[in-house]
């Protein structure tokens, strides 16, 4: 049996290798309700009737469902295999009937297999002040199998909270919760918003409005996507990395790489009021580009690239290299022995559409990096294992196995990156792809406070 620690994941291929298993539930000195969210690849309930709960007991195909668990007081038993595709995650959630989760004495979820218990995260009073309810695990999709993750994340505004929160409908009657944004609890990713943040924020709005109207929308929809991953008052720089080589020409070409870089930039202006991103190019070489920002981010691309044309050779490893020789000068981009801290993260958009002729490199810096506080988000450009929009028939397929394998790399301090593929820059909503780029952030800006990573 494992003992699970707060954000702390658990592949279930070897331990539940049918997808039959029993999640039980209890608490001691708090009466708890108990529900279970299937969850669409936007992390939204899109269908009502898979939140299993006291008035639901099972989904309608069955695959979740109320039961007991041992001796625990509730649970719910899963069946993976027969979820329908859309489901990428069942969501385990605790509310209160109004007093406070700091009243409860001490909790458990334990997972059990056919093989017995094979997994425990315990939670308490002490991991919480005044919310009414907790994310307290997920069970999700990875790489064609499943996981599960100790969650412990909290919210202010009760069971109500957390349905509105999946994009579920509450009735009319239900007072509105106070605060429905989740706070992380453990390590809060952000400081309590303060007027001088608000200040810069509104000020920041406004310049988007005056400078660049057709990026509100953008702003906003990246602030949605933020406020849903409890990094409403997260800071952060964001640096945009981005593939050269020839066999982009047609994604630059139709103004796709200039479309997704839009994207980025009104990240990049929710993360930093500055509203400016860092851009890098390589290929070959490597290029640093002047910064993209409110005042030039019309026809960026196509200005950088007739400054810097395609070329040939794709070179993660030394890409990865000058990032970090830039963000953090002392380490020289060599192997750094003892964490790096920092008051304000890097948060890297690296896109590539083909492999890479440096590998031994590529691995050797990113294990560096995550004693670093830098994270590095990969998209692939083409088929993929983790590409939300492909069928489950295609797994054995991809183009991407050395960006999975980064994904899953050993030998790291903690996890800095994460995956996913698409077949064109612009097969998301803007909705989904900020969902999508929020998908393990912020637990690493969780772990990269414990670790002494951000200040």
Not at 87 to 96: C, G, M, Q
Not at 241 to 246: A, E, T
């Amino acid at each position: 049996m494992k003992q699970l620690q707060r954000g702390e994941r658990l592949p279930l291929a070897q331990l539940a290798p049918d997808g039959v298993l029993q999640a039980g539930l209890s608490a001691q000195g708090l009466a708890l309700d108990f529900a279970c969210f299937a969850l669409d690849a936007g992390g939204k309930l899109a269908d009502e009737r898979y939140m299993t709960f006291f008035n639901q007991p099972a989904t309608p195909c069955g695959a979740v469902a109320q039961t007991s668990v041992g001796p625990d007081a509730g649970g719910f038993s899963f069946r993976l295999a027969s979820l329908p595709a859309w489901v990428e995650r069942l969501s385990i959630v605790a509310s209160t009937d109004g007093a406070p989760m700091s009243q409860l004495q001490a909790g458990r979820l334990r997972l059990v297999s056919a093989q017995g218990e094979i997994a425990r995260f315990d939670f308490a009073g002490r991991d919480f002040t005044g919310e009414r309810a907790v994310m307290l695990g997920e069970l999700y999709r990875k790489d064609g199998g499943w996981r599960f993750m100790a969650v412990g994340q909290g919210f202010n505004g009760g069971l109500d909270a957390l349905v509105r929160h999946v994009g579920g409908a509450v009735a009319d009657e239900t007072p509105p919760p106070a605060s429905p944004a989740p706070v992380p609890v453990a390590a809060p990713v952000s400081a309590p918003a303060s007027a001088a943040p608000r200040a810069a924020a509104v000020d920041l709005e406004k310049r988007v409005a005056q400078s660049a109207p057709q990026l509100v929308n953008l702003v906003k929809s990246a602030a949605v996507s933020l406020e849903k991953a409890g990094l409403a008052q997260h800071r952060a720089k964001v640096c945009l990395v981005l593939d050269i080589s020839g066999s982009m020409s047609a994604l630059y070409r139709k103004g796709l790489v200039q479309q997704f870089a839009e994207r980025i930039l009104a990240l990049g202006c929710r993360f930093d009021d500055d509203g400016e991103i860092d851009v890098f190019l390589f290929g070959r070489n490597v290029h640093r580009g002047a910064p993209m920002g409110l005042s030039n981010w019309s026809n960026y691309i196509e200005r950088i690239i007739d400054k810097h044309p395609l070329e040939g050779d794709t070179r993660y490893g030394a890409a990865l290299e000058a990032v970090r020789r830039h963000y953090f000068p002392d380490g020289g981009g060599g192997e750094r022995k003892a964490p790096l801290k920092a008051e304000v993260p890097v948060y890297v958009m690296f896109v590539t559409d083909g492999s890479t002729s440096d590998k031994p490199l590529t691995e050797r810096q990113l294990r560096w990096a995550s004693r670093e506080p830098i994270f590095w988000q990969f998209m692939g450009i083409g088929k993929g294992r983790k590409s939300r929009a492909k069928a489950l028939a295609n797994f054995a397929d991809s183009d991407f196995p050395f960006l999975e394998k980064l994904d899953e790399l050993d030998g790291r301090l903690i996890d800095n990156a994460d995956f996913f593929s698409v077949a064109s820059p612009d097969e998301h909503s803007d909705g989904a792809l900020y969902d999508l780029l929020m998908n393990e952030y912020p637990q690493w800006v969780i772990e990269a406070r414990q670790r002494g990573l951000i200040a």
